[in-house]
């Protein structure tokens, strides 16, 4: 931005916003045990903005009062379970104590 331009007031807030949208999800997030990798797609999938970057995907959505961060979370694991079963196999165990030696 040059010192000619004005900034725009809605481009202005859009960290702002952004910002505290992650920290409502991360708040949600805690308790339901949401994998690093899952929680780091919710967020980019629901922060993309439009072309002019005045609103997120998630502001849609929201205005038409039927955004709930904790389903929505649940969900996007559910389908991550479904979609990446490895991400969620449960890991083979070896007892090193009966091995040892051998």
Do not use: C
């Not at 805690?30 to 993309?48: K, Q, R, S, Y």
């Not at 039927?66 to 990446?84: G, S």
Request: zero cysteines; proline letters at 5%; charged letters at 40%.
């Amino acid at each position: 931005m040059t010192l000619f331009e004005e900034e725009d007031p809605k481009k202005s807030n859009l960290e702002e916003r952004k910002t505290k949208f992650i920290e409502q999800v991360k708040l949600k997030a805690a308790p339901l045990g949401v994998p690093e990798h899952v929680l780091e797609e919710f967020i980019d999938h629901w922060t993309e903005h439009n072309d002019e970057g005045y609103v997120m995907a998630f502001e849609k959505i929201k205005r038409k009062g039927v955004f709930n961060i904790t389903k929505r979370l649940k969900t996007f694991m559910r389908n991550d379970q479904k979609w990446n079963p490895s991400n969620y196999e449960p890991k083979e165990q070896t007892d090193d104590i009966d091995n040892w030696g051998r």
